[in-house]
C-alpha cells in the first residue's frame, strides 16, 4: 500500500514532496494520503519550498 510506504519513509525520518512519492511509490496525490494520515493521528508538518512553492512533508 502506498499509504503505508509513504508513513514508513515519514517515520524514518525523511522528507517527501509530491514528486519525489510519484517517483519512489506511484503516488499521485501525495496530498490525499498525508490527509488520511493526520487524520489517523500523525503529527506531519508542512513547508512550502522552492520558487515553484511546492509542499515538503515531514514530522
Not at 11 to 19: E, M, Y
Not at 20 to 28: E, F, H, T
Not at 50 to 58: D, R
Request: aromatic share 10%.
Amino acid at each position: 500500500m502506498k499509504t503505508q510506504k509513504i508513513k514508513s519513509h515519514l517515520k524514518a525520518g525523511k522528507k517527501i514532496t509530491g514528486l519525489q512519492a510519484l517517483r519512489l511509490y506511484g503516488c499521485y496525490r501525495l496530498s490525499a494520503v498525508i490527509y488520511n494520515l493526520r487524520k489517523s493521528g500523525m503529527n506531519i508538518k508542512t513547508k512550502i519550498v522552492g520558487k515553484e512553492k511546492y509542499a515538503q512533508y515531514f514530522i
